[in-house]
């Protein structure tokens, strides 16, 4: 599959690039995809979570009524769950989420990202960027040069680039990563994948181990 490559101000350099078939053109596997998905999201999960059952509220153990003769229900302690205040049952406690998955799986699992994305033509190449200094109009005119101002888009660098990063932290809808960092669920979440020039060798290199 050829791309055409494009500057930053959206004009066609009159070169074009070749997908690799192998990555970008193979059949996808859509229960690969939920998995690595599913483990993604899992990931995000602090699993903080706790509330005070029964045996951690403060109050009295004491016996609040008698047994019989109350015509109510029988009752032995103010921190019963059935009470105001009480302990909570079967409440959710400090977990840790996260599962472990095969590194073929998870391979498969971009491959097919990325393999959707090319069929829906919804890749594009741009020429390498970087910015001398952190400048959020700089990015917005290039959201507006390739015209994907009010889309989704996933602009994949071949590094870390904390100007290009800082650029577009406050802008709605757009994520940048680098190669290294590029994941099944951020690619699936893009409207339009914006690969960098130096970034394609890097990719095949990183996704073909």
């Known amino acids: 599959m050829e791309l055409a490559v494009f500057k930053h101000n959206g004009e066609d350099t009159g070169r074009k690039i070749t997908l690799s078939d192998d990555i970008f053109a193979i059949e996808p596997n859509d229960h690969a995809i939920y998995l690595d998905v599913k483990q993604y999201l899992a990931n995000q999960r602090q699993g903080t979570h706790k509330s005070k059952e029964r045996n951690e509220i403060a109050g009295s153990t004491r016996k609040i009524k008698k047994q019989k003769g109350t015509g109510g229900a029988r009752a032995g302690s103010i921190k019963s769950p059935l009470f105001r205040g009480g302990g909570r049952v079967f409440g959710p406690r400090p977990r840790d989420y996260s599962f472990k998955l095969n590194k073929k799986l998870k391979q498969l699992a971009r491959f097919s990202a ?3 994305k090319a069929k829906d033509e919804s890749v594009m190449v741009l020429e390498n960027i970087s910015f001398d200094a952190p400048k959020t109009k700089d990015y917005l005119a290039l959201l507006n040069s390739l015209n994907l101002t009010g889309q989704k ?6 590094d870390y680039d ?3 990063y800082l650029s577009s932290r406050n802008i709605p809808k757009t994520n940048v990563l680098a190669v290294s960092d590029i994941n099944t669920y951020a690619v699936l979440n893009a409207d339009k994948l914006v690969l ?7 990719l095949e290199t990183l996704l073909s181990k």
Not at 153 to 158: D, R
Not at 196 to 202: N, P, Q, R, T
């Open 153 to 158: 888009t996933l602009l994949v660098l071949p």
């Open 162 to 164: 904390k100007n290009v």
């Open 196 to 202: 960098c020039e130096g970034a394609l060798d890097k």
């Open 114 to 116: 990325l393999s959707y």
